[in-house]
Every structure is written in C-alpha cells, then in structure tokens.
C-alpha cells in the first residue's frame, strides 16, 4: 500500500511532468483543487483557482515552448512536498513583458506544495528572475556581461 506521503509526491511529481513539461491544462484540472492559491513573488497578482494556474503555465510555456523543469530533489511531510527544480528552455515569446530573445536559459527554485485531499491546494515559488534576465541579455549586473551564465545552482 502507498503511504499518504508517497501518494502526495507523485502528485506533484505528474503536475510537473504532465502540466508543466507536457502541456497537459486537462491534468492540471485532475491535480489541482478547484481554489488553489499561488505564491509567487514574481507573480504577485496571480488569482487564486486552477484557471488562473492553467492560464500561467500556458503563458510560461507559450514563452518558453522547449521548456524542461526537472525535479533534483523531493521531499514530504505533513500535507507538504518540497520540491528543488531547475528549469530550461529557450525565450520564443513575450515574458514579463520581455520580448523573444532566442537565447536558451537555465534558472533553479523551490516550490512548496500544501495537499488536500489528494490534490495541490497551495504553491509557495521561489526562484531568481534576476538571474533570468541577466541570461537572457536584457540586463546585467555590475561587471557581468550580458548572456554569460555563471553558476545557478543544482548543477
């Protein structure tokens, strides 16, 4: 018999190969609840509910069509699974506002996921856009030249 927690981590584990790398908005209907809520500094006004959730990862990948989050580790307790992620991909779209660049970046974060009845009720992110931003040429920082990726973490 599957334990709650390995139940929970594989959750998670389909929300982002399914919806996230996959694509699949149908998937994040069955994994997701219905009023989900968001946490994401950089998304500060995202609106709690899986069509929000859908629109968001829509966008993202819209922007980033080759996109691979890969999970580097995974951990449960409680009604939580913590997740360390890094995620690659090319900019062919519009993000923040940003126009396509054509440039390929690698970015890293943690995303906190509250269960609740065998589905994602909360998400925590955490990750860099600055760092995003400087590998995509659109802005350094002080002595950093444009476009060169220094390292990210988790690889």
């Not at 594989?10 to 609840?33: H, P, Y």
Request: proline share 4%.
């Amino acid at each position: 018999m599957t334990s709650s927690l390995d139940f929970n981590k594989n959750v998670v584990r389909r929300f982002v190969d399914e919806c996230w790398n996959g694509g699949s908005m149908a998937t994040v209907r069955q994994l997701v609840a219905t009023q989900c809520r968001y946490h994401d500094p950089v998304f500060p006004h995202m609106v709690a509910g899986v069509d929000s959730l859908q629109h968001h990862i829509e966008k993202c990948r819209r922007a980033f069509p080759d996109m691979r989050v890969t999970i580097t580790d995974l951990l449960a307790e409680r009604d939580e699974v913590v997740v360390h992620w890094s995620a690659n991909g090319t900019q062919r779209g519009e993000f923040l506002g940003m126009p396509p660049t054509h440039i390929n970046a690698l970015i890293v974060g943690t995303s906190i996921y509250r269960m609740e009845d065998g589905q994602i009720a909360e998400q925590w992110v955490n990750w860099n856009l600055m760092s995003l931003i400087e590998q995509l040429g659109l802005r350094t920082a002080a002595g950093v030249p444009a476009g060169v990726r220094s390292h990210v973490g988790w690889e």
